[in-house]
């Protein structure tokens, strides 16, 4: 059943129907088709408006509802704090572009892969959140930045030693004015403005 024009568990997304890549010549060289399988929804308290990063104490019911023929793919999933939540992001209606401006960046523009913007060649999403429980088929989970009804296309593990980098840096985000500002709005805090 569809809600509010959200597709169904369980449905195949054709998230790119044919990319072709071409030499100097013009020429096809290759063509690729892929149809990644939605193996569960997100259900938030969002239905108009979303934060643009996880809110890890955010009011709310937060959880990720599982299609039935994939709970095995669960067992010993409660056994981490934090999982990875891929997700595909339905309800871009803006026109793609290359470069974008992050709405908190002050009018900073970025190329769409330096970038968080959900206006991208594949609307993918990524979040990382905390895993308050598991029951059955469901991961009920800290704060999610991604509307009620958000097709769900993976769930990884995040692993402390694998996926925690001593040396990351903040990127372009680092030769901002006022960027401990900004690393608010990146974080998802509160904050005034």
Same mark, same amino acid.
């Given at each position: 059943m569809e809600e509010h024009g959200v597709s169904r568990p369980g449905e195949i997304f054709k998230t790119q129907e044919i990319h072709k890549l071409s030499n100097k010549n013009k020429q096809t060289e290759g063509i690729m088709c892929f149809e990644p399988k939605q193996i569960g929804v997100i259900r938030t308290p969002y239905t108009d408006n979303a934060p643009y990063q996880p809110v890890e104490e955010d009011d709310g019911d937060f959880r990720i509802v599982v299609e039935p023929q994939y709970t095995d793919g669960l067992c010993k999933l409660a056994k981490f704090r934090y999982i990875y939540v891929i997700y595909y992001i339905d309800r871009v209606k803006q026109e793609q572009s290359m470069i974008v401006s992050p709405p908190w +960046?002050?009018?900073? @523009?970025?190329?769409? *892969? +330096? $970038?968080r913007s959900p206006v991208r060649p594949n609307h993918i999403g990524l979040s990382i959140?905390?895993? @308050?429980?598991?029951? /059955? /088929?469901?991961? *009920?989970? $800290?704060?999610?930045?991604a509307f009620d009804g958000t097709p769900v296309l993976d769930? @990884?593990?995040?692993i402390k030693d694998l996926d925690a980098k001593s040396d990351a840096n903040n990127g372009w985000i680092e030769e901002m004015d006022d960027h401990e500002h900004l690393h608010l709005h990146i974080k998802g805090i509160p904050h005034d403005y």
């Open positions: +960046a002050g009018g900073v @523009k970025v190329g769409v *892969f +330096a $970038s959140v905390r895993i @308050k429980r598991i029951i /059955n /088929n469901e991961i *009920f989970t $800290s704060g999610l930045d769930i @990884k593990p995040y």
